[in-house]
């Protein structure tokens, strides 16, 4: 649950900066092991926290669903919204949730391009609230 928690605040809102340490550096282990299984470049990482748009790089659209998968987001190639919704914080939940529902699952040819088209629709909803672990 802490798993999945810390994912779904991660991944879609920019609470980084106010995660305490043992949530840091769960985050970093994901990231490092996703991004060691997908092979992205963490430089496109770097650039969509900065403000870029989810760029469709294959590699990137695979280190999503990693994510995704791994915080229980993700399964048999449906967004479980339910369980988004439900693991984020209040004042997250009231800014976040319309879109999230909105944006359902979009799906796409595979687990990878689902998982990058709906957090594309994330990220297009609420910009300023868009991170990527």
Not at 7 to 34: K, P, Q
């Amino acid at each position: 649950m802490l798993v999945r928690s810390l994912l779904v605040v991660v991944v879609l809102v920019g609470a980084a900066l106010a995660m305490d340490e043992e949530m840091a550096e769960l985050a970093r282990v994901l990231r490092e092991s996703c991004a060691a299984e997908t092979g992205v470049d963490v430089a496109l990482l770097d650039q969509v926290n900065g403000g870029a748009d989810l760029m469709p790089d294959p590699k990137l659209k695979c280190y999503i669903k990693c994510i995704m998968e791994t915080a229980g987001m993700l399964g048999g190639g449906d967004v479980d919204v339910e369980t988004v919704v439900a693991l984020l914080p209040e004042d997250m939940r009231v800014r976040n949730e319309h879109n999230i529902r909105d944006c359902g699952t979009k799906k796409g040819a595979d687990d990878c391009e689902t998982a990058f088209l709906t957090q594309q629709c994330w990220q297009r909803a609420n910009k300023k609230d868009y991170f990527l672990v």
